[in-house]
Structures are given as structure tokens and as C-alpha cells.
């Protein structure tokens, strides 16, 4: 029996993945205007703000005011990614719904991106997750899952070991971090044999960035193995300020577009995603980069 899940939960990563690496600060209004258009073309779940030094990426500074500025707060679950203490604690008192907690598998780029090794950082995670209240999720992010911009391609026998401990020390879900879009389908494969013997398939998610173009079909591959939590981000939008030359996630429009060819349900409607995200992406003069997107924006100027 074919394992490929009938829905998928994806998780909108615009205003979070997708704006921390611009430089021109776009406006707090703007970023909730974001969130809640997006909602309105069907998306729930929003990996919505960061709570890190302002110093070192200062488009997040003001993620309490976002998560504060969002009406119908009963239609969407609002995340915030967190890298310790200090993070965790201004995302509770901001009342964000579920909690991003954040290592790499490569030292090198966890030491850049948030002062930690990944033994450092899984013991903060591990201190974090005690304090979780009720009421509130958690998913864990292992960045650099499969290739590190420093150090190469990762051990997926390594992925897996921190996968299987950040869910027995009572993380709900762990997300694989393609952090610069290198993977090729085989090593999504190799990663997903290793992590899925050890972590059941409804609490992975994955994370990919389409930098080399390979998002989708590295998607397929985690379809085929049940996997059914996605990130993405509207307009594929995004990047890492730690990690040089990547690019955004991929595209929202891209994803849905596939997983509606499939027969996969979403709940999102790709034609309200492609013109909120080119709305949003002419008025901040951000390039708009999904296909499907285009392709649609296209057949409606046509009709
Ligand atoms: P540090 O220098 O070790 O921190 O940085 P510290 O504890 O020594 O504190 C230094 C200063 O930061 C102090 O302020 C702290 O108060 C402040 P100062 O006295 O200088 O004024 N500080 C904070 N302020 C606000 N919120 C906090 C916080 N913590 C300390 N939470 C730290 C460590 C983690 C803070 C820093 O390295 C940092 O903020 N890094 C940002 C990392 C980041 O946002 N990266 C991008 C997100 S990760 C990602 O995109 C990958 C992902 O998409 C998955 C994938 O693609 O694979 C999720
Ligand atoms: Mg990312």
C-alpha cells in the first residue's frame, strides 16, 4: 500500500525564513498584512517570527508586535523560532501557539548561526522543552540535515540520532533543515531511511530550500516515505543569513500546485497565495520566485 499522504500540513515560512535575511526592514504592519492575507487564501499554520538578537538579524526585532498586531487569532497557529532561554521566554509572553527550537547537525554552521555546538544546543533545547506549557507545540528544527555550507555532507545515521532524542525528550514534531537547497533525491532518501527507523513518519517534517532547484523533487521523495509536514514559503522568499548563497524555501505556490496535481489536500488556494505574495513582493521590490505562481498570475491576465 502506497504510504503517500492523503494531507498535508504545510507550514507558511514567509515572514519568518522568508524576510530575516533583507536588509531594508519591512514594516510590522507590513509583516502582519503578510500573515493575515495569507490566511485568507487558506493557510493555517505559520512559522510567523523569530525571537533572537535583534543585533544579529534586525528584521525580527519586532516579532512580539506581530504576533500582537494578528486579529482572528483563532484561525491560525502562530510559531515562533526560538534559539534559547531568552527566546523561549519572549515567545511565550508574545502568546505564540507553537515553539521552533533550533539546532544544526554540523558544528560550524550551529556556532555561526547561533553561538552553539550541537551538543550545546541540544542541551538547551533539552532544558526549553521542560518548560513547555500546555497548550503549546513544539517542533525542532535540525538545520544542515544533509549538506553544511562548511563542513559538507552530513552523516545520516548523525540526522537521525539527534532526531530520535529531541522526540524522547518531548519535542511533538522535528523538522529536517535543507538549510542550502543541495540535496539531490538520493540523499533525501538516505536521510529519510535513517530518520524514519528511529522517528515515526507523523511527527517528521521537512524543510527544504530550492536553492539548486531540487525542492520539489526532493519533496516527492518524502511523500513516497509518508511523510506529510512541509515547510514552505509564499513566493519563495527566504534564505539564512549564516548560510551564504542559499536561497528562499520552496515556493508555497510550487508545493500546493504539486501536492493539488496529486490529489493531496491542502486547504490552501494557489491562486490567493501567487497574488498576495506578488502584491507583497512589488510594494517591498523583492523578487517574486515561484513558477507555478507566475504561471497562474499569467493564465488570469490571459482570461
Ligand atoms: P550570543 O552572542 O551567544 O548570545 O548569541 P548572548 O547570550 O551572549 O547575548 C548577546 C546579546 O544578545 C545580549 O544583548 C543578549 O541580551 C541578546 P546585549 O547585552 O548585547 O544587548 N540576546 C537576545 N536578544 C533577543 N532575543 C534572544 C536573545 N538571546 C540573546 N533570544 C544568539 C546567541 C542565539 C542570541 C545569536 O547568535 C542569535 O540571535 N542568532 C540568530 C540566529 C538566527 O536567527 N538565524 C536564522 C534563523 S535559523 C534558520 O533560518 C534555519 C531554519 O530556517 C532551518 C533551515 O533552513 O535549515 C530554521
Ligand atoms: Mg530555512
Not at 133 to 140: H, M
Request: hydrophobic share 40%.
Amino acid at each position: 500500500m502506497s504510504r503517500v499522504p492523503s494531507k498535508v500540513l504545510v507550514t507558511e515560512s514567509s515572514s519568518r525564513d522568508g524576510l530575516q535575511s533583507l536588509g531594508a526592514f519591512v514594516p510590522t504592519a507590513a509583516k502582519v498584512g503578510l500573515i493575515e492575507n495569507l490566511a485568507s487564501a487558506g493557510i493555517r499554520t505559520f512559522d510567523a517570527v523569530s525571537f533572537v538578537n535583534p543585533k544579529a538579524v534586525p528584521q525580527m526585532a519586532d516579532g512580539a508586535e506581530v504576533i500582537a498586531g494578528i486579529t482572528n487569532r483563532g484561525d491560525v497557529e502562530l510559531g515562533g523560532l526560538v534559539p534559547n532561554m531568552k527566546g523561549f521566554e519572549a515567545a511565550l509572553a508574545a502568546g505564540v501557539d507553537t515553539i521552533g527550537l533550533l539546532t544544526a547537525a554540523s558544528d560550524e554552521f550551529n556556532e555561526r548561526n547561533i553561538n552553539a555546538t550541537v551538543d550545546e544546543a541540544m542541551h538547551r533545547i533539552r532544558r526549553i522543552l521542560l518548560e513547555i506549557p500546555r497548550g503549546v507545540s513544539t517542533r525542532s528544527y535540525i538545520s544542515t540535515a544533509t549538506h553544511c555550507p562548511f563542513e559538507g555532507e552530513q552523516d545520516p545515521d548523525w540526522v537521525a540520532h539527534l532526531a530520535e532524542t529531541l522526540i524522547e525528550w518531548g519535542s511533538d514534531t522535528v523538522y529536517l533543515g535543507e538549510t542550502i537547497g543541495k540535496a539531490t533525491p538520493f540523499h533525501i532518501e538516505a536521510l529519510l531511511d535513517h530518520v524514519l527507523e528511529v522517528v515515526p513518519a507523523d511527527r517528521v517534517g521537512i524543510h527544504l530550500h530550492d536553492t539548486y532547484g531540487q525542492a520539489l523533487a526532493n519533496t516527492t521523495v518524502a511523500l513516497e516515505r509518508g511523510v506529510a509536514r512541509m515547510d514552505s514559503s509564499a513566493g519563495g522568499l527566504g534564505g539564512c543569513p549564516y548560510a551564504p548563497g542559499a536561497t528562499g524555501n520552496i515556493a508555497t505556490e510550487d508545493l500546493v500546485y504539486m501536492l493539488d496535481g496529486m490529489g493531496i489536500e491542502t486547504g490552501i488556494d494557489l491562486g490567493g497565495v501567487a497574488n498576495v505574495a506578488n502584491d507583497f513582493c512589488s510594494a517591498h521590490n523583492l523578487s517574486y520566485n515561484s513558477r507555478a505562481g507566475r504561471a497562474w498570475l499569467a493564465s488570469q491576465d490571459r482570461e
